[in-house]
């Protein structure tokens, strides 16, 4: 909640309250305002987690990066403790690099397009960030996401160009194709609808004692290819076989998403394209998908 | 003899277009990065892409219109030949792009649609949707992805560069970085450094630039012995949205779909913009730029809209400095489908629908147009020489810069949308010649012995003990990055006085001083973010200096640099005769200037870490600088003028290849 100083508990429906105790002599300034969070902490992978509770001085339009931005900067729990800061992930802070995915009132979102204001109007109380929990925890809100990216290998997420010399333009292509294409190609990578999707589960593993870095990374591929790929790797399979150029190895993408971990695991559950903060048609991308698979499938039988 | 192995620095446009030349090459590349190589600063480009296209081709322009305009948008300060080179590779790069599958907007035909943009009259931007940079970036990771399928490329993402690796010859051979995640040093033996890690947004605080473009890895090159050039340039974007923790840029798309920016004649209008009639409204870049109208170039659009808040009072709002941009006259679906991303980032961050209602904009601080200085191999045609070591390298052998993090391409100021075009040439240019580099060190770095690694890593190693040990200081390096950005925006954006830059640079020390108190809150040895910004917040202050020592040196005004006390206003007389004298008087004005000022900024840091700055002549050999006259009063006059001295300078045998057309900038 946002609440001034000497506050007496009540809230008001996540509007910031004033208090007489903080107005420093002058009758006309604001009084310091702030806002509660508590932020579920954990110091390594394979660590326990705890809650630890802050106190920020409220600004008009901050969101939820100005929030960790002054944790840090304060470096104090709300009790008075000196606390290391908050580690998390940012960049652009435009929501379009995908970097600051965390649960927010436990919602998967990016944080940087998380205006306080309106998480007060949810819960007034406290906000509450939690690091996403399909991935292993690195550090406090910083989660490893590797997997994400490795699935965009699996399925062969690119157009297989000869290479980059020159050879005239692409490929035309028209209007409608464009169109129907750039929404999937705006696809950030932040792993929101991997986190809302019942059927992508975390995946962790630790390196044991005699097992060097070369066999451990074998062993993590091979368990994220066992894994179910992800609804944001169908609908880049989905892209890509949708391209002149791209569709020349639509089969190989095909391959991939019948094989193990992959679209036959989605249980359409439809969360990924409810959470999606770029508004991609997952969920077409998913039928289409699905419809291509069933048509490659019989075509393999019909070909044999 | 064991194959070339070089580090490339950086994964947006300019390090992704490297590596995948490189890897294509048959070189072996480690690429890293701060963060995910998706995740770079490019994403953030929106507006598009620049080249010379068949249509723009029969509207009589070609790639040396391209050239002219950019040295012209330029303000002349950049070496001529790496421009003509890169206008030269347009056509065949947006080709390329566009074969990596980069979804650019398409016309009804089927054929790539074009917009314009800043400081030309054509159409040659290329672009998808207002995304143009994010969808670059991604193609290129795509390839790259590829490459690492193949084994060619391994990435190293959340790492951090720390110091380049010299041998005693002073040839780069490699670097010492740091692993983010468990906080390791490893030394990464290269035959080839290429650092391509973008701008230094953060020493202003609050820019449109991300939190990665702290300038870090530049510094380190820097403090290493490599040089920076024109490092007082930096460019003030005309359109932001002013927010606590970021300015989020609005693309100069937004006027090149037909945005009007404009305030109310009635200072703090309180009205709903949308009832406010067009008597009463002031569109002050088209009354005062009727050519180019909106779409002046960059620091020309800056200066008016600060001008017209500061100096006149006109800001739509009393506490907050702001003008419109007014794109709800544009159909919404034209709106949709060519600007959808940055409205919605509008839309997301305000709360309020651009296509409805006006959207409240002020300048930000955006590209740095200055680098680590490069060199670069001149061709017998005016270009550049392919595959020559050169290119790109800066002073110290093998080690390079591309992208932004170099200072070749954009002068005083840069163009809009020939920073996608500047990074991904570079890139893909330089592969040919960096390879040549590898194979003449002789004997490979991983072949040297550790030694040469050994005192770097020990260097870097104590260096962060000394961070982490620092627990009881009494300084926060989060407010003295604050304090630091307050600072530099306040004296080294759009207006600059001497004295005010003289009292910055003191500042700046003493801001530097107590840098050296400030207490890390986490002296932990596990994703130590707060260490790790420490150490980066402690390498601005070279940066900062340099820049305010460049700026206080160059008493003239240049592109993005402008100084109001010596600004060369325009002529004013009636009198024909008058008027003939003072324009006279003026081209002599601008003569002398150009004698005096028109050099490349070089910095080279001393020791203890000032700057020690030198000035190189710029190479103009391709287009004689000519006298940068948007909306001056009196242009026409100073033109009529300067033709004349061109032409009997051309008479005199004193001819400039190309064509010796005036640009016809006075509207």
Redesign the interface.
């Known amino acids: 909640m946002i609440r001034s100083v000497e506050s007496t508990g009540h809230h008001d429906g996540g509007q910031p309250s004033q208090s007489p105790a903080d107005h420093g002599g002058n009758g006309h300034s604001a009084p310091q305002r702030f806002v509660r969070v508590r932020i579920l902490r954990q ?2 992978p394979g660590e326990e987690s705890y809650w630890e509770r802050f106190e920020i001085p409220y ?5 939820v ?2 929030i960790l ?1 002054q944790v ?2 304060q ?1 104090k729990s709300r009790d008075g403790r ?4 908050v ?1 998390w ?11 600051c995915t965390m649960l927010i009132n436990g919602r998967t979102r990016m944080a ?2 998380a ?1 306080v204001d309106r998480l007060l109007d949810e819960s007034a109380d406290e906000i509450e960030l939690r690091p996403m929990s399909k991935f292993p925890v ?3 809100l ?1 989660v490893d ?1 590797g997997r994400l ?1 490795h699935s ?2 699996r399925v ?6 000869d ?2 010399y ?5 490929p ?4 409608e ?3 129907d ?2 929404p999937l ?2 696809c ?2 932040c792993g929101c609808c991997l986190e809302a999707c019942p059927q992508f589960t975390k995946i962790e593993l630790v390196r044991r004692e005699d097992e060097s870095a070369d066999d451990f990374e074998a062993r993590r591929t091979a368990a994220f290819d066992a894994g179910f790929v992800g609804a944001h790797a169908i609908s880049q399979a989905m892209l ?1 076989n949708g ?1 002149p ?2 569709k020349m190895i639509a089969d190989e993408r095909l391959t991939a998403l019948t094989a193990q971990g992959g679209i036959q695991m989605c249980g359409n559950a439809q969360n990924c394209v409810a959470v999606c903060p770029k508004s991609i048609p997952l969920t077409r991308s998913i039928a289409r998908a699905g419809r291509a698979a069933t048509v490659w499938a019989i075509r393999k039988i019909f070909d044999r | 003899m064991a194959q070339p192995r070089v580090l490339v620095i950086g994964g947006g446009l300019a390090g992704l277009s490297a590596t995948m030349r490189l890897a294509e090459l048959g070189v072996q590349v480690d690429l890293v990065s701060l963060v995910p190589v998706k995740r770079s600063h490019s994403v953030c480009a929106q507006g598009g892409i620049n080249s010379v296209n068949s249509l723009t081709r029969q509207q009589g322009d070609n790639e040396w219109k391209h050239f002219d305009d950019t040295v012209y948008g330029g303000d002349f300060l950049q070496h001529q030949p790496p421009v003509k080179e890169m206008a030269d590779w347009g056509p065949r790069i947006v080709d390329l792009m566009d074969r990596l599958g980069v979804p650019f907007n398409r016309t009804p035909e089927g054929f790539r649609d074009q917009r314009r943009f800043g400081g030309t009259l054509f159409k040659r931007t290329a672009f998808a949707g207002a995304t143009t940079g994010q969808q670059l970036l991604y193609s290129l990771d795509e390839q790259v992805r590829r490459w690492e399928v193949e084994g060619k490329v391994k990435k190293w993402e959340f790492w951090d560069f720390l110091e380049p690796v010299l041998d005693d010859a002073g040839r780069c051979r490699g670097a010492i970085c740091q692993d983010l995640v468990t906080m390791q040093f490893r030394a990464f033996p290269a035959d080839a450094v290429i650092i391509a890690t973008g701008g230094c947004g953060l020493l202003f605080g609050r820019s449109t630039m991300s939190m990665v473009c702290n300038g870090s890895a530049v510094s380190r090159a820097y403090r290493a012995g490599a040089w920076y050039g024109n490092g007082e340039f930096i460019q003030v974007h005309p359109t932001a949205i002013p927010g606590a923790d970021k300015l989020r840029l609005m693309s100069e798309s937004a006027r090149g779909e037909g945005g009007r920016v404009w305030v109310p004649k009635t200072p703090h209008d309180p009205r709903d913009p949308r009832d406010i009639p067009e008597s009463e409204r002031s569109y002050f870049l088209e009354e005062r730029y009727p050519k180019y109208g909106n779409l002046v170039p960059r620091d020309i659009a800056t200066r008016e809209i600060f001008d017209i808040c500061t100096n006149e009072g006109l800001s739509v709002e009393k506490d907050r400095l702001c003008v419109y941009l007014d794109l709800t006259h544009v159909p919404r679906e034209t709106l949709d489908r060519k600007l959808g991303g940055i409205l919605e980032i509008y839309e997301k961050f305000q709360g309020v629908d651009p296509r409805v209602v006006p959207m409240k904009i002020f300048p930000a601080v955006h590209y740095s147009m200055g680098g680590l200085w490069v060199d670069y191999e001149k061709s017998s045609t005016g270009g550049l020489v392919e595959g020559s070591p050169r290119n790109q390298q800066t002073n110290i052998p093998g080690l390079y810069a591309i992208g932004e993090c170099d200072y070749q391409y954009h002068g005083a100021n840069r163009l809009g949308a020939n920073s996608l075009l500047s990074c991904i040439f570079s890139g893909l240019f330089c592969a040919p010649g960096v390879i040549a580099s590898c194979d003449s060190g002789g004997k490979k770095a991983a072949e040297e012995s550790s030694r040469l690694f050994d005192s770097g890593l020990r260097r870097e190693e104590e260096r962060h003990r000394a961070l982490l040990v620092r627990t009881a200081g009494d300084e926060n390096p989060y407010d003295l990055h604050q304090q630091l950005g307050n600072l530099m925006t306040r004296v080294a954006t759009v207006v600059r006085r001497n004295d005010q830059l003289a009292a910055a640079y003191a500042e700046v020390c003493s801001l530097e001083e107590r840098w050296r108190r400030c207490a890390v809150s986490d002296s932990g040895n596990w994703t130590n973010q707060n260490v790790v910004f420490t150490k980066s917040l402690g390498d601005m202050f070279p940066l900062a200096k340099l820049v305010l020592k460049g700026a206080l040196q160059r008493d003239e005004c240049r592109g993005a640099h402008y100084k109001p006390d010596f600004a060369m206003p325009g002529i004013h007389a009636t009198d024909p005769v008058e008027k003939r004298r003072e324009a006279e008087a003026w081209c002599d004005r601008f003569e002398a200037n150009t004698r005096r000022w028109l050099k490349s900024t070089v910095a080279a840091c001393g020791p203890g870490g000032e700057p020690e700055i030198s000035y190189q002549d710029v190479d103009t050999s391709l287009t004689p600088p000519r006298p940068r006259l948007y909306g001056l009063v009196g242009g026409e006059e100073i033109e009529d003028v300067w033709k004349e001295r061109q032409n009997a300078a051309t008479v005199g045998g004193n001819a400039h290849k190309g064509p010796a057309a005036f640009a016809g900038a006075t509207g």
């Open positions: 110091d390594a600004v008009a339009n901050m969101n990066i100005s931005q840090a900067a470096a000196r606390v290391a800061p580690a992930d940012c960049n652009c802070l435009e929501e379009v690099c995908g970097s940087c397009s205006l690195v550090r406090d910083v996401r990216f965009l290998e062969k997420a690119w157009v297989p160009v290479d980059s020159d050879h005239g333009p692409g035309r292509i028209s209007p194709n464009q169109e294409a750039y190609a705006t950030i990578s890509f391209h150029t791209g």
